[in-house]
């Protein structure tokens, strides 16, 4: 019996340098900056005197004073409630559009289906500050032909940039530009449902109603958590739309989310260790909510197949 040869090194090496790019690329642009903002909430500016002159300035360590003035500030508890009322409406209500999108071009006869495809899906492609402005201007009652034709025809011209109406604005925008790529997830689980299963139950009887409820939605469940989850995170970092819209209107504050507070206390104030504690506040949360959606909907994956 011969032995087995050894691997050169440098074939053993190659997985490993492979990894490298990957490795530095992670490490230089996600694990160092969010250590390096975890090192700026721990610690604060201390002014000697009147903070004028060399070393009148110094940087100490604050502990977690940073994250109980953050949990405390009535601003980003607002803000974080604020979001909530947005995320309400847009993660309904654009998934809810997405199924219904998906299901319609799933269906056996659907005329124009690559153009309708298509049309669903080009708002994503569109940047969300480009969004956010051309809708902010449809908005404003000077410029936007809607207002001119309500105006025409003697109805009521609300003013969607202020009070309770600005969430419908906002959360329009949102659909608007996200609907088509949650439509396209759902829309590829589909296709991959097998034929067979499908034919099966229209030699049954089933009308494309019941196909739709009892086979279609429960097969790309898996796709509908993945997007739903996508459109929490979405959610909880809403920040572009918010602050397109600022100038167009008194309603919305530099603290109207956030993340708005959070670059607000950054690059306005200067209070670059308070950003920072919000910030990972922010990410924690985040995390939490996630992770704790992926196992409670794991969990009941795993209870529908014990059955």
């Known amino acids: 019996m011969t032995s087995a ?16 790019p990957a490795t530095v690329l992670f490490v230089l642009f996600f694990a160092l900056p969010i250590g390096y903002a975890i090192w700026l909430s721990l610690h604060k500016v201390q002014v000697k005197g009147l903070g004028l002159g060399a070393g009148a300035r110094a940087e100490v ?8 003035d953050a949990l ?11 979001v909530a009322g947005y995320g309400a409406i847009v993660v309904p209500v654009m998934l ?16 124009l289906a690559p153009f309708t495809r298509l ?27 809607f207002y001119f034709v309500l105006d025409k025809l003697g109805l009521p011209q609300p003013d969607l940039l202020d009070g309770g109406p600005l969430y419908i604005a906002l959360s329009n925008i949102a659909v608007w530009g996200g609907t088509g790529f949650n439509m396209i997830v759902i829309y590829t689980s589909l296709q991959a449902i097998p034929a067979e299963v499908l034919e099966a139950a229209k030699l049954d009887g089933a009308t494309p109603l019941q196909t739709a409820l009892r086979i279609k939605i429960p097969m790309v469940a898996p796709s509908l958590v993945l997007t739903f989850f996508f459109s929490i995170i979405a959610t909880l970092q809403v920040f572009s739309e918010p602050t397109t819209l ?3 209107t008194n309603s919305v504050s530099t603290t109207w989310s956030p993340l708005m507070k959070v670059y607000r206390d950054a690059f306005n104030t200067g209070d670059i260790y308070a950003a920072a504690a919000e910030a990972v506040i922010i ?15 794991n969990s009941r994956t795993k209870q529908e197949e014990a059955r």
């Open 5 to 20: 040869r050894r691997k050169p090194y440098g074939v053993k090496g190659a997985p490993y340098g492979f990894l490298l």
């Open 61 to 68: 360590w604050a502990g977690l004073g940073n994250y109980a």
């Open 72 to 82: 405390t500030d009535s601003e980003l508890v607002d803000g974080a409630l604020r």
């Open 96 to 111: 809810g559009l997405a199924l219904l999108f998906a299901l319609m071009l799933d269906a056996e006869k659907v005329s």
């Open 119 to 145: 049309a669903i899906f080009l708002p994503y492609a569109i940047p969300g500050v480009v969004a956010a402005l051309l809708w902010g201007f449809l908005y404003l009652p000077d410029v936007s032909p």
């Open 246 to 248: 600022k100038p167009l």
């Open 283 to 297: 990410a924690v949360v985040t995390l939490v909510l996630s992770f704790g959606f992926l196992r409670a909907a």
